[in-house]
């Protein structure tokens, strides 16, 4: 079982930015890919970035595409998301999920194991 805990959350103005940080404990020592999604109120939640274990390739929705950046220290267990000129589009709750595999996906019933949210909120 890997445990998952996400953080940075909170309240920002449009075009400000936040990081936001999902640490694992548990069973780290396999290579898991990871991702972050998202569910605003009222949608379905989707995949907004994903990272391989080794951190070399990564996926990012067209919605964010060049406004977040999705990284990971191996070493610390722990994967961020830059989240840079922030739209109140973006609102929402933010969870972070490990797949037990190495290679990333875009399908979010491929991955095992969820934090439980952190919620961002953009003002306009």
């Known amino acids: 079982q890997v445990q998952l805990v996400e953080s940075g959350g909170g309240l920002v103005q449009a075009g400000g930015s936040l990081r936001l940080s999902c640490a694992a404990s548990?069973?780290?020592?396999?290579?898991?890919?990871m991702g972050w999604f998202r569910q605003a109120p009222g949608k379905e939640r989707e995949l907004i970035a994903a990272i391989t274990w080794s951190g070399l390739s990564t996926y990012y929705a067209d919605s964010v595409k060049g406004r977040f950046t999705i990284s990971r220290d191996n070493a610390k267990n722990t994967v961020y998301l830059q989240m840079n000129s922030l739209k109140p589009e973006d609102t929402a709750v933010y969870y972070c999920?490990?797949?037990?595999?190495?290679?990333?996906?875009?399908?979010?019933?491929?991955?095992?194991?969820w934090g439980q949210g952190t919620q961002v909120t953009v003002s306009s």
């Open positions: 548990g069973r780290t020592n396999s290579r898991y890919a």
């Open positions: 999920a490990a797949r037990d595999d190495p290679l990333r996906s875009t399908s979010d019933e491929k991955y095992d194991y």
